[in-house]
């Protein structure tokens, strides 16, 4: 039987990043906050929503209506979507937690002083804190993050430990990698609880594709990514230079969708000062609508996602669900994102790398075949049935404590 409701408790979701992000089109993080937000929304009574105000450091309530307009695209809002009633003023306002309170907080938080000033107020009320974890990067991998996260980022994580009464991980590696870390410095981690991704991305939250990409269907290779060291985009642009020269006649654009990050200049640099590549055969994206991005899926040949570390890897099980092939890193979280379907690869073997994306430019039998073996085998999981499961497993977490 699934847990039911607890009728004591109001709920109250943090949307500070939804409010950050607000005007552009979802990115994993931003993503999954909003769809968290969207199914309480929708579907439990009782629950509402809240952001951090980094001004005055504190909190703010915002009504349904307004976190419903922050939610949902003109194109299906408000008529699809029951909004519970509130008297919360549409206005934000400032409020204060109490005990019967469970919040869920699943945004990019870590540059704020958020997780502290949730434990002044959980040291004043008890309320309980259910944290969404993507993973722990910065600590692995101080290298490839921004400079400061070294140390914003694991006072944050220290924070959690001390604050929440869930952590709430998207992938076993990160939980793994998370009660390692904990273990390793002496800390007690909180209850530590497993969730999902959806992989499909609502074509109704969007108006029909206008972007003109300038792309023939069926003839590129997708990467979905922000711009940054870490995914590994100039291992694909070495890739691409030598197959142009030996191969030219196979070869077709790359295309990269996604924001230029973190430390991404030089690599922005080579790209657009090689003329062999760019921009006939090097693509660049960004905040595309999610229209947009089902196209890109639907019309490239396959995808790729050479990534050193993730928490998730949600491209891989995007283009999955979509029956594309993805050529994945083999590390972290991406073999569980890629669920047996992904052609996982390290992310340093370049003549791997370089002799896939070469064989399944030139073999359409060896391509056509592994995407039946994807469309016949591989599970997508739905944003609403993932939610619906991260809901039963807060509220279960809830009621183990009361008891």
């Known amino acids: 039987m699934l847990p039911k409701t607890p009728q004591a408790n109001r709920f109250l979701i943090d949307v500070s990043t939804s409010m950050r992000w607000k005007g552009h089109n979802a990115v994993g993080i931003v993503r999954t906050e909003r769809e968290i937000a969207k199914h309480f ?29 922050l939610l949902f695209d003109s194109a299906d809002h408000p008529k699809s979507v029951k909004i519970n009633t509130d008297k919360v003023p549409d206005y934000p306002t400032f409020f204060r937690f109490t005990r019967t309170d469970v919040v869920i907080s699943a945004g990019l938080l870590w540059d704020l002083d958020y997780m502290a000033a949730l434990y002044k107020e959980k040291n004043r009320c008890g309320m309980y804190v259910a944290q969404v974890v993507y993973d722990i990067i910065p600590i692995i991998m101080p ?35 998370l009660v390692s870390y904990y273990r390793r410095i002496g800390l007690e981690a909180p209850a530590m609880k497993r969730m999902y991704l959806g992989t499909d991305i609502s074509e109704t939250r969007s108006q029909p594709i206008n972007e003109d990409f300038g792309l023939e269907p069926g003839k590129f290779v997708l990467y979905v990514s922000t711009i940054e060291p870490r995914k590994n985009h100039q291992m694909l642009f070495n890739i691409w230079r030598e197959l142009n ?22 690599l922005m640099s080579f790209i657009q000062n090689c003329p062999d590549l760019y921009p006939k055969y090097l693509k660049i994206y960004n905040n595309i609508s999610d229209s947009g991005l089902n196209w890109m899926y639907r019309n490239s040949i396959f995808t790729v996602y050479p990534s050193l570390y993730e928490g998730w890897g949600l491209p891989v099980t995007e283009s999955l669900a979509r029956g594309k092939v993805c050529i994945s890193s083999e590390t972290s979280s991406m073999p569980e994102a890629g669920s047996g379907f992904a052609d996982l690869l390290h992310p340093l073997d370049y003549i791997s790398w370089r002799d896939r994306v070469a064989a399944y430019l030139s073999d359409d039998t060896l391509l056509l075949s592994r995407e039946a073996q994807i469309r016949e085998g591989f599970e997508a999981l739905s944003w609403r049935e993932c939610m619906s499961r991260f809901a039963d497993t807060v509220f279960a977490t809830v009621a183990d404590r009361t008891h």
């Open 143 to 177: 290298e490839y993050c921004v400079p400061g996260m070294d140390l914003k980022f694991p006072k944050f994580i220290l924070d959690a430990a001390w604050t929440c009464d869930a952590i709430l991980s998207i992938s076993d590696s990160t939980q793994n990698d």
């Open 245 to 266: 020269d030996r191969s030219p006649d196979t070869l077709v654009p790359l295309v990269f969708v996604g924001g230029k990050g973190w430390n991404s200049e030089n």
């Open 41 to 69: 929304l929708e579907h439990v009574p009782g629950s509402c929503f809240f952001y951090y105000d980094r001004e005055e450091k504190k909190f703010r309530l915002i009504s349904n209506k307004a976190a419903a307009e």
